[in-house]
């Protein structure tokens, strides 16, 4: 109930739908002859839009979850048990019609996973990401990863799928229960950098101790703040982002779900 609850509510509340319901608000109190309140609204619309697409907003949004982690030097690890990444970067939908990988921007994941795993070739690889989907039904992320990795060239005994989780709470929990991680280990988290907050306080709360390693950067730095954003587009990209990552780690904190 959790999963379609936080998928629903999402749908309605991202700020480019709120944008878009208070453009169409505005149509619709100007054809019902409320002209002055209908431009207003229409007006607050469109400046909503330029301040949020033109501004360094988003970039200082972005940067508020970015910025707490970085991932140690690969020269200070010595020993290395497992590699753990989480999905979102696949598109099973798609990959299954097509017939091949479909990555997305988050595809860093798993080039990045690949390049730790041929570097720390003792460890094990474990890809957490089942089927997320509200819409339709398809094959598990978990799949296609193995695809990639093997065609890659990585012996398919390194290999573990945690194909039944579908957001980042059951990546965690379900994750410790697969492999049964020892005290003594030592594991990587390989996700975006924007959603490494949320998924170090669920593998937290799992208490399943590992190190982050995040990807997927959108800013370089506080520097970024003196540079306007490609465009709008990219702009309210990022911000949706954020709010996402922010709703849900106060959604999982009010349940029980961090630590």
Known sequence: MFFYASKIIWFVIQPSTLLLLLFVLGLLLYRMGRTRAGIRVLVAAVAI???????PLATAMMLSLEWPYSAPS??????????????????PYLSSKRGEI??????????????????????????????????YRSTSEASFAE???????????????????????????????????KPAERWLLVTSASHMRRAMGCFRAADFDVTPWPVDFRTSGPEDLLVLPPGPSDAWNRID??????????AYALTGRLK
């Open 49 to 55: 839009y330029a301040i949020g697409g033109l501004s």
């Open 74 to 91: 690969v020269k200070d690890i010595k020993r290395l048990d497992g590699i753990i990444v989480l999905g979102g970067m696949l598109d």
């Open 102 to 135: 479909a990555l997305n921007d988050a595809a860093e994941r798993l080039t990045e996973t690949a390049a730790l795993a041929y570097r720390f070739p003792q460890a094990r690889i474990v890809f957490a990401g089942g089927d997320s989907s509200v819409l």
């Open 147 to 181: 695809q990639f990795f093997t065609q890659i060239g990585i012996d398919p005994a390194r290999i573990t799928l945690e194909s039944r989780s579908r957001n980042t709470w059951e990546n965690a929990v379900f994750t410790k229960k697969l492999i049964n991680p």
């Open 241 to 250: 982002t954020v709010t996402r990552e922010w709703i849900g780690y106060i």
